[in-house]
Each structure stands twice: as C-alpha cells, then as structure tokens.
C-alpha cells in the first residue's frame, strides 16, 4: 500500500481542522461527529502504520516487477470481449469490448505466505454513462487477474530465465464476474 505525500498532507490537514473544532466549538452537535471521524483517521493511520511497517522485505523488487512488466507488457492494447452475466432487461447478455491499458503489479506482504499477483485494468473505450440508461455503468472499467505466483517461484523462474506464459491462470470470468468470450487472447 503507497501512499503519496499529498495523501498524508490531507490526512494532517483534516486531523488538525478536526482538532481545532474539537476545542473551539461548545456545541456538542458538532463535536460528536468530529471526534468520531477523528477516531477513524487515526485507525487509519494505526492500520496504514502497521501494514508498512510489518511488511517483508523482497529481495530485488524491483527487477522483479521489471521482469513481471516485461513477461505481460505485450498484453497492452489488447481487445477483451466480456459478457454480462444477467440481461439487465435487455432480453439478451450484452457483449462489451474492453481494452486493456495498465498492468498492476501487487507484491507480498509477507514473502513465504502471500504471493505476487499481476492484474490487467482494462476500460471500455465506447462507455457512455447516461442518466436514461444506468446499466451502462456496470460496463467502464474491471480487472483480470492474471497470475499468483510465490516470490520463490518467481525467484527460481527469473535465475532459469524461463518464462510465466505455462503458469498463467485459466481465464474465464473478470473480477467484475463478467464472463470472457476470446480467452484465448492471453496464450499469445
């Protein structure tokens, strides 16, 4: 989990909006609900704290997304075709094109229990939200995962220089639980 300084710096903003409040305002209408929002930020900032710090440390990160980038960066551009599980009232399961655009890379948090996992965003060029017609908003973006793999495994495959392409997962649905038409796509 990154955060960005901006990020922090908004945190402290409102914690200290919120402080302020707290001491200068008598009304007890607004002081509950400051303390309240007060008490989340800051089992935020404890869990955030706690997930940076007990984090493991991996050995050659950062080649290692280089080398998972590398492996699935052909996949960029590529045209999805997804299904929807329920007719939304059209009659019929409305077929969606979707592009992938991004490749999301997630390392473990713990190196031996959690595993790396590579995730394709992809986005329906042709999405239109309108007001008339909200299905459409099922449609815009989603996820497919597209390998798990433990940082000993990775390890060994990137010392062999063998590639991930036998270890993909078997694709049928999104994470969105959109069923995918051209699984084929990801043998390439």
Same mark, same amino acid.
Not at 47 to 59: A, C, K, P, R, S
Not at 131 to 137: K, L, N, S
């Given at each position: 989990m990154k955060t960005t300084k901006g990020t922090w710096e908004v945190i402290l903003t409102i914690?200290?909006?919120?402080?302020?409040?707290i001491f200068l305002v008598d009304d007890n209408d607004i002081r509950i609900p400051s303390y $309240?929002?007060?008490g989340f930020i800051i089992v935020f900032i404890t +869990? @955030?704290?706690?997930?940076? $710090?007990?984090?493991?440390?991996?050995?050659n990160e950062e080649e290692k997304r280089n080398?998972?980038? #590398?492996?699935?960066n052909h996949f960029v551009n590529s045209e999805v075709q997804c299904k929807l599980n329920k007719t939304l009232g059209l009659g019929?399961?409305? @077929? /969606?094109? +979707?592009?992938?655009? *991004?490749?999301? /890379? $997630?390392r473990p948090r713990k190196r031996k229990k959690d595993t790396w996992w590579v995730r394709l965003e992809? #986005?329906?060029? *042709?999405?239109? +939200? *309108?007001?008339?017609?909200?299905? #459409?908003?099922? *449609?815009s973006n989603d996820t497919i995962v597209i390998l798990n793999i433990s940082d000993t495994e990775l390890d060994k495959?990137? /010392?062999?220089?063998?590639g991930?392409?036998?270890?993909i997962n078997p694709i049928k649905k999104t994470m969105g639980g959109l069923e995918i038409l051209n699984p084929d796509v990801f043998k390439k």
């Open positions: 914690t200290l909006i919120l402080l302020i409040t $309240i929002i007060l +869990y @955030t704290l706690w997930v940076q $710090i007990t984090m493991d440390d991996i050995n080398f998972l980038n #590398e492996q699935f019929t399961r409305k @077929t /969606i094109k +979707y592009t992938i655009n *991004s490749i999301r /890379i $997630i992809m #986005e329906n060029p *042709s999405w239109n +939200y *309108s007001f008339i017609d909200q299905r #459409e908003m099922l *449609s495959r990137m /010392i062999n220089k063998k991930l392409k036998s270890l």
